[in-house]
T-cell receptor
Framework: DARVTQTPRDKVTEMGQEVTMRCQPI?????VFWYRQTMMQGLELLAY????????DSGMPKDRFSAEMPDATLATLKIQPSEPRDSAVYFC??????????????FGPGTRLTVL | SQKIEQNSEALNIQEGKTATLTCNYT??????LQWYRQDPGRGPVFLLL?????KEKRKERLKVTFDTTLKQSLFHITASQPADSATYLC??????????FGAGTRLFVKA
């Protein structure tokens, strides 16, 4: 049963600390997305990659956020330093041109981040 | 500026009735429009995709329409069941794989 996995599922940290979230996309999917979801803003696209190359990270605060794909099975999202306003649920999703609907995205369970 | 609007208020309906959710957009010319379902504490799950040259698409009890002139999509669930209670998100493709999501509409189906 192929699915996107994310770790950690929950993270509580103090303001100023570094936070790293990890995502394992579905094997064979070549497009990976990072989203942030809050009650106020809904689901916002932060960045996305195709074949490990960043295509668009315009939704990401550049001064503190960074996203990478060290290899095809791992995507990371880092926040340094973290701030209370970063508290949200962060979702990773993956997609592949080979699926029955080309833009269908498969979402992970999310990482709930709380910055105190 | 580009905007996607979904009914912000929750939709309450009786079991067996048809639920209709609306998605309006401005300043986009999307090639695709998608609908996702999200349950509390979980990630969104893809339901249906409709292309700009398709007027209507069906999947079991689900039906989606896409009117590019009105810039609107309607999402229908027929013979609704309490298990259909969830938040439904519409999403627009803005080029390549870049997707913008609406805020979602919460649906409650009463038994």
């Amino acid at each position: 049963d192929a699915r996107v996995t994310q770790t950690p599922r929950d993270k509580v940290t103090e303001m100023g600390q570094e936070v790293t979230m990890r995502c394992q996309p579905i094997l064979g999917h070549n497009t990976v997305f990072w989203y942030r979801q809050t009650m106020m803003q809904g689901l916002e696209l932060l960045a996305y990659f195709r074949n490990r190359a960043p295509l668009d990270d315009s939704g990401m605060p550049k001064d503190r956020f960074s996203a990478e794909m060290p290899d095809a099975t791992l995507a990371t999202l880092k926040i340094q330093p973290s701030e209370p306003r970063d508290s949200a649920v962060y979702f990773c999703a993956s997609a592949s041109p080979g699926t029955r609907e080309p833009n269908e995205q498969f979402f992970g369970p999310g990482t709930r981040l709380t910055v105190l | 500026s580009q905007k996607i609007e979904q009914n912000s208020e929750a939709l309450n309906i009786q079991e067996g009735k048809t639920a209709t959710l609306t998605c309006n957009y401005t300043n986009y010319s999307p090639a695709y429009l998608q609908w996702y379902r999200q349950d509390p504490g979980r990630g969104p799950v893809f339901l249906l995709l409709i292309r700009e040259n398709e007027k209507e698409k069906r999947k079991e009890r689900l039906k989606v329409t896409f009117d590019t002139t009105l810039k609107q999509s309607l999402f229908h669930i027929t013979a609704s069941q309490p298990a259909d209670s969830a938040t439904y998100l519409c999403a627009l493709d803005t080029g390549g794989f870049k997707t913008i999501f609406g805020a979602g509409t919460r649906l409650f189906v009463k038994a």
